[in-house]
């Protein structure tokens, strides 16, 4: 039987995968990056400009990863600036062998898990051994799936959240810890005063942390789309990490710094040590020691978007109690029990 073309909306994604699975998801896509299988559109992102009184804006992005047997398109289209008065992510999978149309996906909640996952992948191979406590500064929808998937990867350590806003924290705390999991809130100064890694989440157009507070052993990871973080980090830093430097050089910090000119295009290239894909390969060395102070600037891959919306797509054709045709990578097969799995969405 010929798999069925599957669509699914945002209702029906919001069940299907777990924190636990999308880092485990974008683990597998920064392995195909890092190995350089995968492979991205030409050019990498195209844009479209629609109405100019809202104002609204359409991005297109594409890839192809071998190793989630996962190609297609990614749509996404902001009302306003920065997306504050809606947003819309969706996805258009393609089989990559006879270019059929396979899915289309509402991804918008999905992504916001995928940007948190990327964070929590990139703790996972940077933070010293010697990491206890960390500091998450944002308590926004991001931060939120950053906070609840934390304890799934690193069970044993303790996770400060902090806002500009103590009351964000506060409630952002309250609403993942259980007894098994240690979580606090706690000021910005204390948070990172206490803490050995620190993810900075928010959408802060002036540095939320000083230059000064990168200490032996300490990892940065910086995700903001703005500028959240000194320029002064990347001269006190032993070791940069980027996932991707041109992404990286439009949005986010980084982005700032060049366009004020804290640091030259060329020397900010010149200063990149590995990018995390090539690190997760086994290509590259990250941390090469617990005394390295590493100053990490992930935005999350697009292309770990068409690895979940694969995942998803997988769920729902599970749940239809049919069998996938084609390749399925062992490495990433999921159980995919019927029972367990809400359907509603899939046409």
């Given at each position: 039987?010929?798999?069925?073309?599957?669509?699914?909306?945002?209702q029906?994604?919001?069940?299907?995968?777990?924190?636990q699975?999308?880092v485990e998801?974008?683990?597998?896509?920064l392995?195909?990056?890092?190995?350089?299988?995968?492979?991205?559109?030409?050019?990498?992102?195209?844009?479209?400009?629609?109405?100019?009184d809202?104002?609204?804006?359409?991005?297109?992005?594409?890839?192809?990863?071998?190793?989630?047997?996962?190609?297609?398109?990614?749509?996404v289209?902001?009302?306003?600036?920065?997306?504050?008065?809606g947003?819309?992510?969706?996805c258009?999978?393609?089989?990559?062998?006879?270019?059929?149309?396979?899915?289309?996906?509402?991804?918008?909640?999905?992504h916001?898990?995928?940007?948190?996952?990327?964070?929590?992948v990139?703790?996972?191979?940077?933070?010293?051994?010697?990491?206890?406590?960390?500091?998450?500064?944002?308590?926004?929808?991001?931060?939120?799936?950053?906070?609840?998937?934390?304890?799934?990867?690193?069970?044993?350590?303790?996770?400060?959240?902090?806002?500009?806003?103590?009351?964000?924290?506060?409630?952002?705390?309250?609403?993942?810890?259980?007894?098994?999991?240690?979580?606090?809130?706690a000021?910005?100064?204390?948070?990172?005063?206490?803490?050995?890694?620190v993810?900075?989440?928010?959408?802060?157009?002036?540095?939320?942390?000083?230059?000064?507070?990168?200490?032996?052993?300490?990892t940065?990871?910086?995700?903001?789309e703005?500028?959240?973080?000194?320029?002064?980090?990347?001269?006190?830093?032993d070791?940069?990490?980027?996932d991707?430097?041109?992404?990286?050089?439009?949005?986010?910090?980084l982005?700032?710094?060049?366009?004020?000119?804290?640091?030259?295009?060329?020397d900010?290239?010149?200063?990149?040590d590995?990018?995390?894909?090539?690190?997760?390969?086994?290509?590259?060395?990250?941390?090469?020691?617990?005394?390295?102070?590493?100053?990490?600037?992930?935005?999350?891959?697009?292309?770990?978007?068409?690895?979940?919306?694969?995942?998803?797509?997988?769920?729902?054709?599970?749940?239809?109690?049919?069998?996938?045709?084609?390749?399925?990578?062992?490495?990433?097969?999921?159980?995919?029990?019927?029972?367990?799995?809400?359907?509603?969405?899939?046409?």
């Amino acid at each position: 039987m010929m798999e069925p073309f599957v669509f699914l909306d945002e209702q029906a994604t919001a069940s299907l995968l777990t924190m636990q699975e999308v880092v485990e998801t974008c683990e597998a896509v920064l392995l195909d990056q890092g190995s350089e299988r995968a492979l991205l559109s030409q050019p990498a992102a195209m844009f479209l400009a629609g109405d100019r009184d809202k104002p609204t804006q359409f991005k297109v992005k594409g890839g192809y990863l071998p190793g989630l047997d996962s190609c297609g398109f990614r749509v996404v289209g902001d009302v306003g600036v920065d997306g504050q008065f809606g947003e819309c992510h969706y996805c258009l999978l393609l089989d990559p062998r006879t270019a059929k149309p396979r899915a289309l996906v509402a991804q918008t909640e999905l992504h916001r898990m995928r940007t948190a996952a990327c964070g929590l992948v990139a703790l996972r191979h940077l933070a010293s051994t010697a990491t206890l406590t960390v500091a998450l500064i944002g308590a926004g929808k991001i931060g939120t799936y950053f906070a609840a998937g934390f304890h799934d990867v690193f069970p044993d350590r303790k996770l400060m959240i902090a806002s500009r806003r103590i009351e964000s924290a506060i409630a952002l705390a309250d609403r993942v810890r259980v007894a098994s999991r240690r979580v606090e809130a706690a000021s910005v100064q204390d948070a990172i005063a206490s803490a050995e890694a620190v993810v900075t989440l928010t959408n802060s157009s002036e540095p939320v942390i000083a230059a000064d507070v990168l200490r032996p052993g300490m990892t940065i990871v910086g995700m903001g789309e703005h500028h959240e973080l000194p320029a002064g980090l990347l001269g006190r830093a032993d070791r940069f990490i980027v996932d991707d430097f041109g992404f990286a050089s439009v949005l986010g910090s980084l982005s700032v710094w060049l366009a004020r000119g804290d640091v030259e295009r060329a020397d900010a290239a010149a200063r990149v040590d590995a990018t995390l894909g090539a690190i997760v390969a086994k290509r590259a060395t990250g941390r090469r020691s617990d005394a390295d102070k590493i100053l990490a600037i992930v935005q999350g891959l697009a292309i770990a978007d068409l690895g979940l919306t694969e995942m998803c797509r997988r769920r729902a054709i599970a749940a239809q109690g049919l069998t996938l045709s084609g390749p399925v990578p062992q490495d990433v097969e999921r159980d995919m029990h019927a029972e367990d799995i809400h359907a509603e969405g899939t046409h």
